[in-house]
């Protein structure tokens, strides 16, 4: 897996790496079980701090893309594929939205009147 920062993008290092990661999980260049580079590893590649590749990770974990083991390292999660790809999409939506002028709660009120139409609440 081949990571690498944009300089023109203006979300933080840790958001980038684990935008990066969750794109290669649902492009399928990762599958479930891979191992992600060592934090150490992977911060000298990027010449990050290693506190921002963990941050970055962390963010995989939480999300349940990733686990992380004390000297394991992290692996990709078996349910991971479809987890970042939907991840993926919701960041785009987000991403477009912003770039037309909208805010993230006007974004969550748009798909809440969504899912209330959908299961017939409206």
């Known amino acids: 897996m081949l990571l690498r920062l944009n300089d023109q993008d203006r979300s ?3 958001q980038q790496i684990a935008a990066s990661v969750r794109r290669a999980v649902a492009d399928g260049e990762l599958s479930p079980g891979d ?3 060592p934090a150490r590893e992977l911060a ?3 010449g990050v701090n290693m506190h921002t590749v963990l941050r970055g990770y962390a963010e995989l974990e ?3 893309l990733v686990h992380m083991r004390r000297s394991r ?3 990709v999660s078996a349910t991971s594929t ?3 790809a939907l991840h993926e999409l919701a960041r785009r939506l987000f991403d477009e939205a912003r770039r037309l002028g909208m805010d993230a709660d006007e974004v969550v009120a748009m798909v809440s009147d969504l899912k209330a139409k959908e299961v017939g609440l409206q």
């Open 35 to 37: 191992r992600l580079p």
């Open 12 to 14: 933080p290092l840790y």
């Open 73 to 75: 390292g992290v692996t």
């Open 44 to 46: 000298s590649s990027l």
């Open 62 to 64: 939480r999300e349940g």
């Open 82 to 84: 479809a987890r970042a």
